[in-house]
């Protein structure tokens, strides 16, 4: 899922929508593996804005500065220096 968080009412549909994507798994018989989820913030500006995890069925998603997706590492700052690094090994 993806969201540009600009301001609180932007935050607050981003958590709404977790919430009906949640639900609508529920709904449809899929459980989504919290343990393997994750929410990465792409932030640019120095004065980074702190936000609280998103909580899914009781449970806190990571919130990481990394992920491999696709098999490619992304970053915080769309870098593609830890995806060289690892490619390299």
Not at 17 to 35: I, K, Q, T
Not at 62 to 76: A, H, I, R
Request: aromatic share 12%; proline share 2%; hydrophobic share 40%.
């Amino acid at each position: 899922m993806l969201a540009l968080l600009c301001d609180f009412a932007s935050y607050q549909s981003y958590l709404s929508s977790v919430v009906r994507f949640s639900s609508w798994c529920s709904n449809n018989f899929l459980h989504l593996n919290v343990s393997k989820t994750k929410e990465m913030c792409i932030d640019y500006r120095h004065n980074r804005t702190v936000i609280s995890p998103i909580v899914i069925n009781g449970e806190p998603v990571e919130q990481v500065d990394s992920f491999k997706y696709l098999g490619v590492m992304l970053d915080e700052k769309l870098s593609f220096a830890e995806h060289v690094t690892a490619v390299q090994k």
